[in-house]
């Protein structure tokens, strides 16, 4: 089993950064064999944003390549995405995720705002 909090959201304006931090407790990321963010925006299908393995592997959806990074700290058993050039259509509740198995743990949300 594993625990999940993510912090960092916020408002930002457009062309603005923000790094989400997802903190994980009772079980290291570096065993997890996929950890991911997800974002839901209102009225939408919750989607996937970026995946990082066990192995450092990292994937990304089309429409954050370039602009965010998935990235992780085993020391501080945290998961990272920085988030650059934003734009108001990343707005959305920014969701950490942990594949285990056959289970997914998910985190409680951070939202993130990008005003025009």
């Known amino acids: 089993q594993v625990q999940l909090v993510e912090s960092g959201g916020g408002l930002v304006q457009a062309g603005g950064s923000l790094r989400l931090s997802c903190a994980a407790s009772?079980?290291?990321?570096?065993?997890?064999?996929?950890m991911g963010w997800y974002r839901e925006a209102p009225g939408k299908q919750r989607e996937l944003v970026a995946t990082?393995?066990?192995?450092?592997?990292?994937n990304y959806v089309d429409s954050v390549k370039g602009r965010f990074t998935i990235s992780r700290d085993g020391a501080k058993n945290t998961v990272y995405l920085q988030m650059n050039s934003l734009k108001p259509e990343d707005t959305a509740v920014y969701y950490c995720?942990?594949?285990?198995?056959?289970?997914?743990?998910w985190g409680q949300g951070t939202q993130v705002t990008v005003s025009s």
């Open positions: 995720a942990a594949n285990l198995g056959v289970r997914r743990y």
């Open positions: 009772g079980r290291s990321i570096l065993n997890i064999n996929l």
């Open positions: 990082i393995t066990s192995g450092g592997y990292t």
